[in-house]
């Protein structure tokens, strides 16, 4: 089936660095976006992408969170400064269209925050 | 607040017999609920879906039992097989909700042969 990938599968790095998360979406997908689960913890929505906007972000997409997908390339989750609460699991996802479709997920990158 | 609630937290059955993992909700609004399955070290995926409009949904070994007015659904798998062992997922989202889906915690199964 389609696939989502997701590069890297793990990161690593200190607090208060920057780190760039990316999504390589299925090709003829229009909206994006971004879970987050922590270790033994649902996951939860932060944010969905179309067209160059976000459309709507949740309460856990802090103002250090910013997304973007340049020229239709690798839909990207930055955060700059990282925070220790920001190591968890990051899932991409990507549809055709925006209302209950399916979402097809990538396989995460796992963040670490020292 | 959890708004999606799955049960129980694992599951283990032997191959052949039915599987019966639940999940409940707390909002009103919500009207779609897909499963997601995930075998480790991949994303979840779609397994099968239903809408609040329906009480049943069906594919092929899996089904999907939702009673609305409890706010319960329920997803079983017949004729467990061992590559059916994987973290299911439930999760919902209101009409219009722009796929902003709550997923529960989860429920692994494992299936013995």
């Known amino acids: 089936g389609p696939k989502v990938l997701q590069i890297p599968s793990h990161q690593i790095i200190d607090m208060g660095q920057m780190v760039t998360l990316n999504c390589d979406p299925v090709?003829?997908?229009?909206?994006f976006y971004w879970y987050k689960q922590i270790l033994g913890q649902q996951m939860e929505f932060l944010v969905n992408f179309y067209n160059g906007k976000v459309m709507e972000k949740s309460k856990l997409f802090k103002d250090q969170f910013s997304v973007e997908r340049p020229d239709g390339s690798y839909f990207t989750l930055k955060i700059q400064p990282t925070a220790l609460e920001d190591s968890a699991v990051y899932f991409c996802?990507?549809?055709?269209?925006?209302?209950?479709?399916?979402?097809?997920f990538g396989s995460g990158t796992r963040l670490t925050v020292l | 607040q959890q708004q999606v609630r799955q049960s129980p937290q694992s599951l283990t059955v032997w191959e052949g017999e039915t599987a019966i993992l639940n999940c409940s909700y707390e909002n009103s609004a919500f009207d779609y609920f897909p499963w997601y399955q995930q075998f480790p070290g991949e994303g979840p995926a779609l397994l099968i879906a239903i809408r609040s409009v329906s009480d049943k949904k069906e594919d092929g070994r899996f089904t999907i039992f939702f009673n609305k007015r409890e706010k319960k659904l329920s997803l079983h798998i017949t004729d467990s097989q061992p590559g059916d062992s994987a973290t299911y997922f439930c999760a919902a989202s209101p009409t219009g909700g722009n796929n902003k889906l709550t997923f529960g915690q989860g429920t692994v199964l494992s299936v013995i042969p």
């Open positions: 090709s003829n997908h229009l909206y």
């Open positions: 996802a990507s549809s055709l269209a925006h209302n209950a479709e399916t979402l097809y």
